[in-house]
């Protein structure tokens, strides 16, 4: 269901791909087509996030042909996949580092839709680039501020201000340096099921920002959250990303890894905490599409002075250039 949805997507931002599928739908057949970009809209499906779908946008966007422009219709904070909050706070900084900026690169979120049924709606702009910038970014810096959002739709506004006192317990002990926005939304921007959660982001002095989200379970789902759990788990949740440290947080180490592979051939380096079981599938990935090693080197805790072991990640970038993207 959900991963039909996806193929639709990629076709409607493609152009010229063909897609076969078999009558028991268990074989694929896909042939790429030139990435177009332009104005479009997706509804994507109930059963996985908006997140699911914005990931991979997030890689494609700045090699379009013309600036992509996407409304997205769905679930937009979901227990599965990163939410909208997470991806707007942690991946645009990180697109930013790599050179791809400007006024039009954005994600707002103009609904909000917990599941089951969703409701949300988002919007993602992102400028076109040529080539990317290599990076070295391998200090991560000191952590300065705590930033984050409770949200709640279809239940009490009181319950996000619950949420952000329970953080704020375990997280004041820390730091003083802590803004934890509430979004209470009303009417129709409140999608269609019922629901909270919450959304943290703990900034450093180098510009790292790493991230901790969760919400609540899906309407007649599981057992009732309280927002004080919530709001205590979520905050250790934070803590426990800091703990894992590097400049890239587990959510976007495949996102950085992409494009300091697609970098102009010079050296990039990043360093991360302990790689995800996602990433470590998709360094077999870039291996075996662009024939690309990263070199790692583990960094003990001794050394750096804090936090669980670190992964130094160096290569060089394969001098990918967007030939398609049009000149004005």
């Known amino acids: 269901d959900f991963e039909a949805s996806f193929i639709r997507l990629i076709d409607k931002v493609t152009?010229?791909?063909?897609?076969?599928?078999?009558?028991?739908?268990?074989?694929?057949y896909y042939q790429p087509g030139l990435l177009y970009g332009g104005s479009l809209e997706h509804d994507c499906s109930p059963s996985r996030g908006i997140g699911y779908y914005l990931?991979?946008?997030?890689?494609?966007?700045?090699?379009?042909?013309?600036p992509l422009k996407i409304v997205l219709r769905g679930v937009t904070n979901d227990q599965v996949d990163p939410s909208v909050d997470v991806l707007k706070a942690t991946s645009l900084p990180l697109l930013k580092k790599f050179g791809i900026d400007g006024e039009s690169l954005e994600i707002k979120i103009n609904r909000r839709?917990?599941?089951?049924?969703?409701?949300?709606?988002i919007l993602f702009a992102c400028p076109v680039r040529k080539v990317l910038q290599p990076v070295q970014f391998t200090d991560p810096g000191k952590i300065k501020r705590i930033r984050g959002t409770a949200y709640?739709?279809?239940?009490?506004?009181?319950v996000a201000n619950r949420m952000v006192e329970s953080a704020r317990s375990i997280l004041n002990k820390f730091l003083p340096d802590i803004y934890i926005y509430t979004d209470h939304m009303k009417g129709v921007s409140s999608g269609k099921s019922p629901g909270f959660g919450m959304c943290l982001t703990a900034e450093t002095i180098n510009g790292?920002?790493?991230?901790?989200?969760?919400a609540s379970n899906p309407q007649g789902q599981g057992t009732a959250v309280l927002p004080e759990e919530l709001g205590q788990n979520?905050?250790?949740?934070?803590?426990?990303?800091?703990?894992?440290?590097g400049c890239v947080d587990s959510t976007n180490q495949s996102l950085a890894l992409l494009l300091m592979t697609l970098g102009q051939r010079d050296?990039?380096?990043?360093?991360?905490?302990?790689?995800?079981?996602?990433?470590?599938?998709?360094?077999?990935?870039?291996?075996?599409f662009f024939q690309i090693m990263f070199k790692i080197e583990t960094k003990t805790p001794e050394e750096e002075h804090m936090g669980g072991e670190k992964v130094l990640m160096t290569?060089?970038?394969i001098g990918f250039s967007n030939l398609s993207k049009t000149i004005r």
Do not use: D, W
Not at 15 to 20: H, K, L, P
Not at 268 to 273: A, Q, R, W
């Open 15 to 28: 152009n010229g791909s063909r897609i076969e599928i078999n009558q028991t739908g268990t074989t694929l």
């Open 55 to 66: 990931e991979s946008l997030l890689c494609l966007a700045p090699f379009m042909k013309h």
């Open 113 to 121: 839709g917990m599941p089951p049924k969703g409701g949300g709606e």
């Open 152 to 158: 709640s739709v279809r239940v009490s506004p009181q």
């Open 208 to 214: 790292t920002i790493l991230s901790a989200e969760l």
């Open 234 to 245: 979520c905050a250790k949740l934070l803590l426990e990303e800091v703990y894992r440290g």
């Open 267 to 288: 050296v990039s380096k990043v360093l991360l905490g302990p790689l995800s079981p996602y990433t470590i599938e998709f360094l077999r990935h870039l291996r075996s």
């Open 315 to 317: 290569c060089v970038g």
